[in-house]
């Protein structure tokens, strides 16, 4: 096993596709076509938001690497006496403060996540991210690409389970089943969405207990997949988009092979609950997907609010 | 003036409008078919970013009212001999946190960010907003709904200048001399954005200081305007979207009547250069527009990064 | 026992003792010459740290209340390219930044931190805490008060145990066995040191579940003893000094009477199982303790590393 | 004069004094009979504070280096209704949250503060700082240390000025003569503080404009004078302890010779009117000192709320 992946490492690659400076990685192949096209799958006018509560004090994050769920602080209320007084007229504000790690919850994990042997996507050297934050490949130099199409492969669904099996790797069979069952192609420059079932254990975002054993992912295969289709980028409702542990000795294969060496960004934590029914309803599984971060600069990710417009 | 502005205070109103649980206020202007027509308006595919950059240590803010800029903290870098150690395949990760003030930057106001005389719109009281949280009208409630036709009122550019006068009052005359010149009306469900051009003034984002002193901005009476229109929310490239200091005794006239009576986002620090250039150019000012805020539990507002998509 | 406890209640008070506006309480005990004599109890220059330490991620806190352990990050490392370039000579530097929970590790408790009947201590009103911070009884009022005669009184070793029971009330009758046994007399402006044994099961700072259950701790009975004796302030090894849940209906009955009515500064967290050696080694209990807070202005509490001087 | 520095940056040096493990430094000077007799030198038993407040959104930092002042976080007041519910007999709570950069009011540096050549005191390399926090030198290392003899060199006093010039270097000459004028002689163990005024010159805590210009400070030749008289630390009322802009090429060269040669830890931003005052009064410039840190692991420095005793 660790032969093949290591022989996919060596082959696919997107490093100097798209010139020696490229930041952008496989969004480069979202063409202004591609979005107005996507724009035009918009018929009901209904969105779906794709994430989290970002609740202070609750959400996916254990602790483990220093990470912790939203810190949200009230600075002005509306029950202090003190609060009204500077405003006239009787009028008095409200105002907050939120801490929190970047890939936190619902979020992107920009080009600079992961690197390895020294290096990230393009080949530019990991040492680019220091404590002052990524001067290459950070989060924000992408604050208006994430605007395509979106294709949601509910694997789940069409292997007919609520959720995937713990530490489930998802083949590039699977993908292709969904994809037939879904009367859908994944095509050049769209954003692929993959749904394990994970979300729909947490009982209202207060039991993330199925986020902290092996998750069903995506098995690294299938970034072979992913580049022959040219994807611009892939979510899922899970932590790390691909499968926990299901290549020994590497934790994040996937992330290798996607992230770093084609340029793909990743998000995690993406909420599909809502979509996903109604795409088994409409049976149509495209839309104008607007999943745009937050331009903090030299940022490692970034927490969003993804959009589906159908 | 006083007077007049009093009797606005006591006519406009959509409290109870839409009924008295509510918490969507204006943007119940915007149906989904509203929405399927603002799709509709993309032509080209191209997207310009609204927001301003969340950089570490720099912003708008002075720590008036104990606001600070975005802080960024690096929690993994690609220097550490440390971080690469458990990932396999000598891969490592980078990480960060970043705390920001909720209306620190690129920003909605929530319905619950201002209140008078103990009430917020739809006449919730104020004390539900605690050091807990909003429980009412916070910008959680509001998660998939900005969504709709943005019509952008490029004020400095009708008058001829790079940017308005320091406190100049925008009128209603003005915004109609806006509509006329740019050729488009703003109409129901619309999101209106205006440009004053204080965000022209920055030098990439480095000087504030224009931001610091008296802002050009929304006279308070345009809040007629925008109810007579059915205007779903509000967004300038100023602090406060209206002009500062235009009301002797009153230091939020404009968020009373909008924000308060009527339940209209405002959105605040908008960066609107590239976007008003190309609307220049070709002449159309209407646009999908995508703002969906993060959905912050009980938050008095959020950043964003708003996309025009034309 | 609640008719007993509501007896306690009304009948002991250190309000208006020291004035219409103390903000001091029981720290009024502590005179010069008590201090004074407290500095000549030191004869081997030998110091113990009570303090549990500040480690990013780690620490006692639960997430309950919203409370996190200590967040701590580094904004400048000896690792990255770029953080030297500023000092001249080849020089550099580091930098960090950290976030807690005021009473988040070993800390007092503030006169502000507990109310009732909307009542802090000295009758002040509880709603003179606001957001913007305590403006009466916040901890920067006692920024050079503690420092007194320190007194261990080590239940567990008193009663031959590693650690008391969980749950378990220390009553009147057991300070005074560990008061014959150490040979010691709590008197007037001491800070009087409780030693349950609980942070002899951390196993080095990573075990906290101990913490997470019922906890033994004073019951709410030794308040009148430590009002007669005029103690200044008393700390415990534990999360509440208090136990936890021995008065139906009544979920801190010692802070009621200790810290509202009696304006007794309450040490928690405290780390004793040095001391606490040395103390058994040498058979002397008293020492000089040097517990000054931050003065954190407003602030409910304040995070200290207590110093015991033998 | 470059090579005056040179020469002392080659000579001075206290790596290996104490091991090659040691990571306490000067603090070795300081053992149990010295801080007995600093002990016997409390006569009234009055405290003084050497701390400026920890107040929200106020105090020296400027942002330079990411630097911010106190942020202070109410999570529970006494003005909302839902704080008192779970507490029993009426009785609610308050909590907060502080987060601030470890060097960024009145704080100690710790010996990883400053490295050059790669090297931190006793020849630990920088890169033990990574942005998990300190390995090695860290402010963790010296949690029971900072007892001992203080004693008040006043140069502003010595000079007859309320604050010496901007950018003025404090000679050893200027410190032999203080030496003199109060009748004291720094010797073994102790930690010396330097006045220069610069805190008379804050109006209450809310002018920190001189702290932002050229400061008077230490002269690097005084490293010589300290390290013959086997000083244990050092701390002023100012930035950073030294002179600003005092040698040509290099921004910090006392903490090169003093902090990384011979392992001293320098207090800064320390508050000292009070104390000189007093000293002027009763003519002693003599005390004991208690400037315990917080054990924060791997920090870079700690804030802390230094005590002198009289």
């Known amino acids: 096993m660790s032969q093949h992946f290591e022989e996919l490492l060596g082959r696919l690659s997107n490093w100097g596709r798209w010139g020696p400076d490229d930041e952008l990685g496989a969004l480069n192949h979202i063409t202004p076509a591609i979005r107005a096209a996507a724009a035009g799958l918009v018929r009901r006018g209904e969105t779906f938001s794709l994430c989290v509560p970002f609740t202070g004090g609750q959400g996916p994050q254990s602790g483990a690497g220093g990470r912790v769920n939203p810190l949200h602080f009230m600075t002005a209320t509306g029950c202090d006496p003190d609060t009204r007084v500077q405003l006239g007229g009787d009028a008095g504000y409200t105002d907050d403060f939120i801490g929190l790690s970047v890939q936190g919850g619902t979020q992107w994990d920009a080009l600079c996540h992961i690197f390895y042997d020294g290096k990230m996507y393009n080949g530019f050297p990991a040492t680019d991210v220091t404590a002052r934050g990524a001067a290459r490949n950070g989060i924000d130099k992408v604050h208006a690409e ?22 489930y790797p998802i083949t590039t069979a699977d993908l292709l089943a969904a ?16 749904r394990t079932g994970q979300m729909a254990t947490t009982n209202g975002f207060t039991d993330w207990s199925r986020f902290r054993g092996r998750e069903p992912g995506l098995h690294y295969e299938t970034a072979e997949f992913l580049d022959e289709r040219r994807v611009a980028a892939v979510a899922a409702d899970n932590t790390m988009v691909e499968a926990t542990g299901h290549l020994d000795g590497y934790y994040v294969p996937f992330h290798m092979l996607a992230l770093v060496n084609l340029g793909i960004h990743l998000g995690e934590f993406w909420y599909l ?38």
Chains 1, 2, 3, 4 share one sequence.
């Open 146 to 167: 994430l605007v395509s199409r979106g294709v949601l492969l509910d694997i789940a669904a069409t292997k007919g389970v609520e959720c995937l099996e713990p530490g």
């Open 273 to 310: 609950e809502d979509l996903a029914r109604d795409c088994a309803e409409d049976g149509v599984h495209e839309f104008l997907l607007v999943a745009q971060a937050l331009p903090i600069t030299g940022g490692t990710g970034s927490p969003l609010n993804p959009l589906a417009i159908k």
């Open 179 to 194: 994809e037939e069952a879904h009367g859908v192609a994944v095509g050049e420059g769209d954003v692929v969405i993959v």
